[in-house]
């Protein structure tokens, strides 16, 4: 995947995904995907109960009761897991403490705001991935095995931690990237309470890494705090992980990844976008849960590559908005549905007591067009995610949601930022297809040297252009930031024409905003609203097509004044490699701007911090 990453203080640059159009090498399994392709529709849905994932204390107990660093190890195996009743156990690729014991999402791992958590990732795949693995595009290459590295998405770390995506390491070290350093990481946990992510996060592997299983969910609490809310926390029946994702099968219960291009004559193997038919939750297809008639937090990660999840609840049950991705709202924010990018994390609470009594089921679902946003006037298909089965006896309920969650955070403020940069997505196309080869960010490969340089303690405005046909979940590492504003493009083609220049086949191109006439063709664009409950900080944001997103970076810690940093960070930003941004958007192959699953399609961008 192509990520741009920031080194020293904060360095960013942008990069892309590039076709390099040689034989691909598939893994060992990938002609053993003929058993057919699972009507989906067989399969009967809300059979399966919803799975508590297991739990991982992220700190240790010392003397007292005081809470100590943890040390953990946590492996990746290759593995079976059931997905559904009526399908055979699938081969995967899972988190685990054991082999016996790895699971699809991994472990939630529960850590404490201000005490560390050490872990050391193991790899235990095999010498070959089990999926169709395109070595034509930017990818790690190693001797042998299955290069992996794991990110920790929404975290707070030196880039030595952040899992960059050429600090990957295959089974027994038998091949490193080239910034390979150590399999142990340090995570401070120095950062506001909130919802994280782990996964993959291998150069041209990610998609494919992620898909096979390799992906679970990270907390980070505040006792004391949160307690003060009144809101369900600290796990247990009330307080839920749901972790969303596609997937298709074959009838022989086979993960099924077509290794066929939807173009050959462009690329034998390119796939945009990987879309499956079986919506899983916490690892089993279409599940239920019972439910007491009460509150309950659910907090949702859309872990899928391509697909967006626009969530609603029937018998008019609607959602309460308590955070997005890794921080707390200031207040909470009641919605009837919401749309959330693959990467993105909501935290809901739902109040189960006001399902009518006549009522014994509640379906989540979603009615979101794949690819998002689809054609002008398309009307996507409702499909069901998950149905709660909800108790008919009333109860007592000690929970409530206040007026105000956690207003000490730092509003957005435009006066901060010491500079204004320009993000330019840029998608380009073989002579005489609409078929995309790979996607620049400002007309740069990743491997390009950085341009982006954020000083450590600052603020930021980014402009991000997006001159593609698509939707980008937009991710930074390290840093959190704010959506200000977000506008349409006039005559958009006539401004991506003047911004790419002679550069039709990728490369440099004229990048340059003010000389296209960007404040013209910005004049009368519409005015996207940013939805009320994304408008606190986060670190995915939806960029959508056309448009300019006007986004607030911090490379500041949210907390500073509290914790006595006056704007550093608790470790040097600009030791290691780097961090990176990109799209998360995770596709078969290098083009377009995503997350750090971008390795295989998305564009990618490396940026480096310096010291202020």
Same mark, same amino acid.
């Given at each position: 995947?192509?990520?741009?990453?920031?080194?020293?203080?904060?360095?960013?640059?942008?990069?892309?995904?590039?076709?390099?159009? +040689?034989?691909?090498?598939?893994?060992?399994?990938?002609?053993?995907?003929?058993?057919?392709?699972?009507?989906?529709?067989?399969?009967?849905?809300?059979?399966?109960?919803?799975?508590?994932?297991?739990?991982?204390?992220?700190?240790?107990?010392?003397?007292?009761?005081?809470?100590?660093?943890?040390?953990?190890?946590?492996?990746?195996?290759?593995?079976?897991?059931?997905?559904?009743?009526?399908?055979? @156990?699938?081969?995967?690729?899972?988190?685990?403490?054991?082999?016996?014991?790895?699971?699809?999402? /991994?472990?939630?791992?529960?850590?404490?705001?201000?005490?560390?958590?050490?872990?050391?990732?193991?790899?235990?795949?095999?010498?070959?991935?089990?999926?169709?693995?395109?070595?034509?595009?930017?990818?790690?290459?190693?001797?042998?095995?299955?290069?992996?590295? %794991?990110?920790?998405?929404?975290?707070?770390?030196?880039?030595?931690?952040?899992?960059?995506?050429?600090?990957?390491?295959?089974?027994?070290?038998?091949?490193?990237?080239?910034?390979?350093?150590?399999?142990?990481?340090?995570?401070?946990? +120095?950062?506001?309470?909130?919802?994280?992510?782990?996964?993959?996060?291998?150069? /041209?592997?990610?998609?494919?890494?992620?898909?096979?299983?390799?992906?679970? @969910?990270?907390?980070?609490?505040?006792?004391?705090?949160?307690?003060?809310?009144?809101?369900?926390?600290?796990?247990?029946?009330?307080?839920?992980?749901?972790?969303?994702?596609?997937?298709?099968?074959? !009838?022989?219960?086979?993960?099924?990844?077509?290794?066929?291009?939807?173009?050959?004559?462009?690329?034998?193997?390119?796939?945009?976008?990987?879309?499956?038919?079986?919506?899983?939750?916490?690892?089993? @297809?279409?599940?239920?849960? !019972?439910?007491?008639? !009460?509150?309950?937090?659910?907090?949702?990660?859309?872990?899928?590559?391509?697909?967006?999840?626009?969530?609603?609840?029937?018998?008019?049950?609607?959602?309460?908005?308590?955070?997005?991705?890794?921080?707390?709202?200031?207040?909470?924010?009641?919605?009837?549905?919401?749309?959330?990018?693959?990467?993105?994390?909501?935290?809901?609470?739902?109040?189960?007591?006001?399902?009518?009594?006549?009522?014994?089921?509640?379906?989540?679902?979603?009615?979101?067009?794949?690819?998002?946003?689809?054609?002008?006037?398309?009307?996507?298909?409702?499909?069901?995610?998950?149905?709660?089965?909800?108790?008919?006896?009333?109860?007592?309920?000690?929970?409530?949601?206040?007026?105000?969650?956690?207003?000490?955070?730092?509003?957005?403020?435009? !006066?901060?930022?010491?500079?204004?940069?320009?993000?330019?997505?840029?998608?380009?196309?073989?002579?005489?297809?609409?078929?995309?080869?790979?996607?620049?960010?400002?007309?740069?490969?990743?491997?390009?040297?950085?341009?982006?340089?954020?000083?450590?303690?600052?603020?930021?405005?980014?402009? %991000?252009?997006?001159?593609?046909?698509?939707?980008?979940?937009?991710?930074?590492?390290?840093?959190?930031?704010?959506?200000?504003?977000?506008?349409?493009?006039?005559?958009?083609?006539?401004?991506?024409?003047?911004?790419?220049?002679?550069?039709?086949?990728?490369?440099?191109?004229?990048?340059?905003?003010?000389?296209?006439?960007?404040? +013209?063709?910005?004049?009368? /664009?519409?005015?996207?609203?940013?939805?009320?409950?994304?408008?606190?900080?986060?670190?995915?944001?939806?960029?959508?097509?056309?448009?300019?997103?006007?986004?607030?970076?911090?490379?500041?810690?949210?907390?500073?004044?509290?914790?006595?940093?006056?704007?550093?960070?608790?470790?040097?930003?600009?030791?290691?490699?780097?961090?990176?941004?990109?799209?998360?958007?995770?596709?078969?192959?290098?083009?377009?701007?995503?997350?750090?699953?971008?390795?295989?399609?998305?564009?990618?961008?490396?940026?480096?911090?310096?010291?202020?």
């Amino acid at each position: 995947m192509e990520v741009r990453r920031f080194l020293g203080a904060c360095l960013l640059v942008s990069a892309a995904w590039q076709f390099v159009f +040689q034989a691909a090498v598939l893994a060992d399994d990938s002609d053993k995907q003929g058993a057919g392709l699972l009507d989906a529709g067989r399969l009967e849905k809300f059979v399966d109960k919803l799975p508590d994932m297991p739990v991982l204390r992220g700190y240790g107990v010392g003397e007292g009761g005081m809470l100590v660093a943890g040390e953990l190890t946590v492996g990746m195996y290759d593995t079976t897991w059931k997905f559904h009743r009526d399908l055979p @156990a699938t081969r995967v690729f899972a988190f685990g403490t054991s082999k016996e014991t790895a699971t699809v999402p /991994g472990p939630t791992i529960f850590a404490t705001r201000g005490v560390p958590t050490h872990i050391t990732w193991t790899n235990h795949l095999p010498p070959r991935h089990f999926l169709p693995w395109d070595r034509s595009l930017a990818t790690a290459r190693p001797r042998t095995g299955v290069p992996t590295v %794991v990110h920790l998405h929404g975290g707070v770390q030196q880039s030595t931690s952040d899992g960059h995506s050429m600090a990957w390491f295959t089974s027994g070290f038998s091949s490193t990237g080239p910034h390979f350093s150590s399999p142990s990481y340090s995570y401070p946990n +120095q950062q506001p309470p909130g919802n994280l992510w782990y996964h993959d996060h291998a150069m /041209g592997l990610t998609r494919v890494n992620i898909l096979a299983g390799l992906l679970g @969910a990270y907390r980070v609490s505040d006792p004391a705090a949160e307690a003060k809310l009144g809101i369900p926390t600290g796990g247990g029946e009330f307080d839920r992980n749901l972790v969303l994702f596609d997937r298709d099968f074959t !009838r022989d219960g086979a993960l099924f990844m077509n290794a066929t291009g939807n173009n050959p004559t462009v690329h034998p193997q390119w796939q945009p976008e990987y879309f499956g038919s079986v919506v899983v939750v916490n690892g089993k @297809a279409w599940p239920f849960l !019972r439910v007491r008639r !009460r509150r309950y937090r659910f907090r949702i990660l859309n872990a899928s590559n391509a697909r967006f999840f626009k969530l609603s609840l029937s018998g008019g049950l609607r959602f309460v908005h308590v955070g997005s991705d890794s921080v707390y709202l200031a207040k909470p924010v009641v919605t009837d549905e919401f749309l959330l990018a693959p990467s993105e994390m909501a935290d809901v609470v739902v109040d189960f007591a006001e399902t009518a009594t006549t009522s014994g089921a509640v379906v989540l679902r979603s009615d979101a067009p794949a690819p998002y946003p689809g054609d002008p006037g398309e009307k996507a298909d409702t499909v069901a995610v998950m149905k709660f089965v909800v108790s008919r006896k009333p109860e007592h309920d000690p929970s409530s949601v206040p007026a105000v969650l956690m207003p000490q955070y730092p509003k957005p403020d435009v !006066r901060e930022a010491v500079l204004t940069r320009r993000i330019a997505m840029y998608e380009y196309t073989k002579n005489g297809t609409d078929e995309p080869t790979h996607l620049y960010l400002n007309g740069r490969a990743y491997t390009d040297p950085v341009t982006e340089t954020p000083r450590e303690g600052t603020s930021e405005l980014w402009e %991000v252009i997006n001159l593609t046909d698509d939707n980008h979940p937009l991710h930074v590492h390290l840093a959190v930031f704010a959506a200000l504003e977000q506008r349409s493009l006039r005559s958009v083609d006539e401004f991506r024409e003047c911004m790419r220049g002679s550069a039709s086949g990728g490369a440099g191109g004229r990048n340059d905003a003010e000389a296209c006439g960007l404040p +013209q063709h910005l004049a009368g /664009g519409r005015r996207h609203a940013v939805p009320r409950q994304e408008r606190g900080w986060k670190n995915v944001f939806k960029v959508r097509p056309s448009t300019v997103t006007t986004l607030l970076v911090r490379f500041r810690p949210l907390e500073e004044e509290a914790e006595g940093r006056s704007g550093r960070f608790p470790f040097d930003v600009t030791a290691g490699p780097g961090y990176v941004y990109h799209c998360h958007v995770s596709y078969f192959g290098p083009r377009r701007q995503r997350d750090d699953e971008a390795n295989e399609d998305c564009a990618l961008a490396r940026s480096k911090c310096v010291k202020s």
